[in-house]
Nanobody, 116 residues
């Protein structure tokens, strides 16, 4: 059974940094594309970043490019999202997602709030 557990969210000020973690079980993160998405209040869930399987590369939404970095630790079976220069518009619940064997798998999310 695939399980994804996000952590690392919190309340920070504009310009601060946070690192989110997505710990996986039931699947090896190096074998699938892993996505981070976010959903702000009253808005639809949107793509943030993706790390491709087998070290094939990364992809970012334009709104976070040059500020966020997605990475993977094979030993810990965890995918990270390093978020720098945070802005109030980054406030959202952040979700980890993989598509595996025909099914979308989601974590429960972690809240990130950016406010002064």
């Amino acid at each position: 059974q695939v399980q994804l557990v996000e952590s690392g969210g919190g309340l920070v000020q504009p310009g601060d940094s946070l690192r989110l973690s997505c710990a996986a079980s039931g699947i090896m993160v190096g074998t699938v594309h892993t996505n981070w998405l976010r959903q702000a209040p009253g808005k639809e869930r949107e793509f943030v970043a993706r790390i491709l399987n087998g070290g094939a590369g990364t992809d970012y939404a334009d709104s976070v490019k040059d500020r966020f970095i997605i990475s993977r630790d094979y030993a810990k079976n965890t995918v990270y999202l390093q978020m720098n220069s945070l802005k109030p518009e980054d406030t959202a619940i952040y979700y980890c997602n993989v598509f595996y064997r025909g099914n979308n798998h989601w974590g429960r999310g972690t809240q990130v709030t950016v406010a002064s």
